[in-house]
């Protein structure tokens, strides 16, 4: 039983994420690409004035 908790604790924050995530999993990996994509792009009109 110990070992079981020892593993449970050992779990990293990935394996959180997509044991939540569920069914849905594709769909959070495009909303997180899409959040990186908004991200970069907030940074187009910097590199413009440049």
């Known amino acids: 039983m110990e070992k079981q ?11 959180w994420i997509v044991e939540f995530a569920g069914n849905k999993r594709s769909l959070y990996a ?11 792009a907030g940074f187009m009109p ?5």
Do not use: G, P
């Open 5 to 15: 908790n020892a593993k449970a604790k050992k779990r990293s924050a990935l394996s």
């Open 46 to 50: 910097s590199w413009k004035e440049r």
């Open 30 to 40: 495009i909303s997180v690409v899409l959040a990186i994509l908004s991200v970069v």
